[in-house]
C-alpha cells in the first residue's frame, strides 16, 4: 500500500511541476481562455490559418479579376492589399483576460496594453512579411475605440498603443496603415466603412479576422451605422453560408473562443 501511495505522490508531483500558472477566479471557470492559452490546438489552428494563406497569396496576386470583397468592382488595375483584423488575429490578448477583473471596460484592455509587452499570434508576423516582401499592402483594421484620456491632447492614444502591440508582434506598422473606431468621422464599429475607403485605392485580395464583422457587414445584434437592423444567430448564419465560397480562399478566420459578437447573438 505504501508503495502505491509513493506511486501516486510521485505523479501528482509531476503534474504540479508541469501545470500551467494560476489564473483568476473567472479565468479559471472559462474554458475558452484556458483553451486559447494552453492548447496545442489553438496554436496548430492559427498556423493552419496563416499557412492556407501563404499558399493562396501568389495567385491571388496574379489573378487581377479576384477580389476578397464581393462588391469590389473593376479593381483590376488597383495593386493588391490585405486587409487584417488586429487583437486575436495578429495580437493575443488572452493574458489580458486571464488578468481581467470584470466589467469588461476598453479603458482597461487600453492601460493593459500601454504597461505589457505583447503577445503574437502564432504565424502572423511571417504571414505580414510574406505579403510585403511581394508587394502586397497591408492594412490592419481594428475596433479598439479612440477614446480621449487625461493628461494628454492627443485626441486617439489608443493608436499608439495599437502601432506599439503590432510592432511588439513583430509587425512593423505605423500611422498610416492603421485604423481605429471612431478616429475619423463615420468610422463606427461596422468596419464595412473602412473596408470600403481602402477598396477604392486597392484591390482586396484577403481578409483576415477572428470576428463575423471582419468579413461580412451588419452581423451585430445592436447595429451601428449604415447598418439599421440587428442581427440575429439565425441571419449571422445564412450570411456565413451564402459567402461559403470565400472561407478558405481569400478569407481567413483565427480561433477565438474568449469574445466577439457572436456572445450577444440569439
Aim: net charge negative.
Amino acid at each position: 500500500m505504501k508503495k502505491r501511495i509513493s506511486i501516486v505522490s510521485a505523479l501528482l508531483g509531476l503534474v504540479a511541476c508541469t501545470a500551467p500558472p494560476p489564473v483568476g477566479e473567472t479565468a479559471a471557470h472559462d474554458l475558452g481562455i484556458l483553451w486559447v492559452r494552453d492548447s496545442a490546438e489553438y496554436q496548430a489552428l492559427s498556423l493552419q490559418a496563416y499557412t492556407t494563406a501563404s499558399r493562396d497569396l501568389p495567385a491571388m496576386i496574379d489573378d487581377t479579376s479576384w477580389s476578397a470583397l464581393p462588391d469590389q468592382e473593376d479593381a483590376a488595375s488597383l495593386p493588391p492589399a490585405i486587409i487584417f483584423d488586429v487583437d486575436e488575429t495578429l495580437v493575443s490578448n488572452v493574458q489580458f483576460q486571464v488578468d481581467l477583473e470584470p466589467p469588461f471596460r476598453n479603458s482597461k484592455l487600453d492601460d493593459w496594453n500601454a504597461a505589457n509587452e505583447a503577445l503574437p499570434v502564432p504565424g502572423a508576423a511571417s504571414f505580414v512579411q510574406l505579403a510585403r516582401e511581394s508587394g502586397v499592402s497591408v492594412f490592419f483594421i481594428t475596433n479598439r475605440p479612440c477614446e480621449r484620456k487625461e493628461g494628454t491632447s492627443d485626441p486617439c492614444p489608443q493608436k499608439a498603443v495599437t502601432i506599439q502591440d503590432l510592432r511588439e508582434s513583430g509587425i512593423p506598422a505605423d500611422e498610416r496603415n492603421v485604423m481605429l473606431s471612431h478616429e475619423q468621422p463615420g468610422w463606427t464599429r461596422e468596419k464595412k466603412v473602412r473596408r470600403d475607403l481602402i477598396a477604392r485605392d486597392y484591390r482586396v485580395i484577403m481578409l483576415v479576422g477572428d470576428d463575423l464583422g471582419d468579413f461580412i457587414p451588419c452581423v451585430r445584434t445592436k447595429p451601428v451605422a449604415p447598418c439599421t437592423e440587428a442581427a440575429t444567430m439565425a441571419s449571422r448564419q445564412r450570411d456565413t453560408e451564402k459567402y461559403a465560397s470565400f472561407w478558405g480562399k481569400g478569407w481567413y478566420v483565427l480561433p477565438n473562443p474568449m469574445h466577439g459578437s457572436w456572445i450577444s447573438a440569439d
